[in-house]
Each structure stands twice: as structure tokens, then as C-alpha cells.
């Protein structure tokens, strides 16, 4: 039983660019790419078809950093993350790649993490968990507060299948645009770009007292007129709505 179908890493450094994993299969995990030790970087790589009994279909890491940017994962299978599964502490960085059709038999349908991760600009769709996480499941069994906390950073969800879409039982840091916003852990349903929630119309996006972020009613005259809004405008609704209630002053007889 071996790690790495393609390539093992295990200590110094390797840069794969313009290549193409197809088909490969690990009776452990990693059934194109496995590090173990040291670093990787991966720049526009296709894995198609990937296969692993373990964890991480295409890439398994185990120790070490590993960086995917401009890649695109199709089709792999694993029991979790069936494209990506990180173990431990160690840092995955991941940047404008594609993760379409990934299946996992538990949960991490695209990305299953339990150490620190950057997810930027990557796109999630039709990717596949039987349990929970059908894009990502971030669910560590030991928080290590040595390190960066996990960042997610404009990406699009679209049409996963799990109990849920996201799912992170730890604190991850969202960068949210545009009056939307993401509970600092949770478990996400559904589909979405950028972050997953936005208040409605008539509330606005505040921020509490601990730094989170909460819908909160606009008063005083204001009011927010669609969705996703960060701050309330003057209503001429609302300012209508009290001369109407406002007691009228009667003429002497």
C-alpha cells in the first residue's frame, strides 16, 4: 500500500506546470500527486479521473505546504475529499482553480481540510459528498492555534450535493463584498458567490460587538430597499408613514 499514484513527495521541493494526471489510482491516498514532507506547487495541471481508497482522489497532503493555482480538478474519487484531502497541520493554498464533478463516499465532496487553507477565486460545481461538505469540510480534530486561520476568498458554489455545501467547525475568516456576509463556523446549504448570506431588504449588515458580522433593523427613519445592503438610506416611505400617524391638531370651535 503505497501514497501517490503519480508522484510522492517527501522532503524538499517540486513545481509541476502544464501537466495532465489521468486515470491514476492509490490504494491509500493521493491518486495523482501525495506529499508527505516538504512543498509543491502545481500551476495549470488538469486531474481527470483519479482515484484514491483513502483520502484525496487527486492530491493527498500529509505534511508539507502545498499551492494549486490555475488547475482543474474533473471526475476523482475517494472515500474523503474526493479531489483534495489535507491531514494536519500544514497549509493548502488554493487559487482560480475548477473542482467540477469530485465525489467522496463520507464527506469533502471537492476539499476535505483539517489544517489551515487559502481558498481564492476557485470555482465549486456538481461536486459530490455522502455526508457532509459536498464542496468543503474543514472539520479539524485539534485546533492548532499556531496556525493562520483559514481564509475563503470570492468563490463560486454552485449545484453541490451533500448535507451540506460548506461545512467549518472551526472559526474561518470569509472576505465578503457587497452587504453579504458568512457566520464565522457553520454549516452552509445551497449556492452562492462570494459569501453565503446577505440580509433582506429593510435590515443591513452591522457589525456586532465582536467582530462578526449580524442583520440588524434599520430605524429611525431609514430603510434598506433591497437585498444585501450595509447601510440604511433616508426612507420618504418611512418619513410618509409617520405624518400619517401623527395626530392631527384640531381648529377651536
Known sequence: RVDGGGVLVS???????????????????GGGLAVHGGSAIVVGCRFERLNASDGGGAVAVRGGDVVLDAST??????????AVAVSGAHRLVTHNCTFDSNEAAT?????SVDGSFELEHSNFTANVAHGQGAAVEYDPAVYDVQATRPRIDNNTFRDNEGVSTVLYTQEVDW???????????GSLPG????CPLACTKGNYAATAADGSTTCALCKGGKYADADGKTECAPSTRAAWRRRRRAPRSRRAP
Open 191 to 194: 449556492s452562492w458567490d462570494g
Open 107 to 111: 464527506s469533502g465532496g471537492a476539499l
Open 175 to 185: 472576505v465578503c463584498r457587497d452587504g453579504r456576509f458568512a457566520r464565522s463556523t
Open 73 to 82: 480538478f474533473v471526475s476523482n474519487v475517494a472515500t474523503r475529499g474526493g
Open 11 to 29: 522532503a524538499g521541493s517540486l513545481r509541476l506546470e502544464d501537466c495532465t494526471f489521468e486515470g491514476g489510482r492509490s490504494d491509500r491516498s
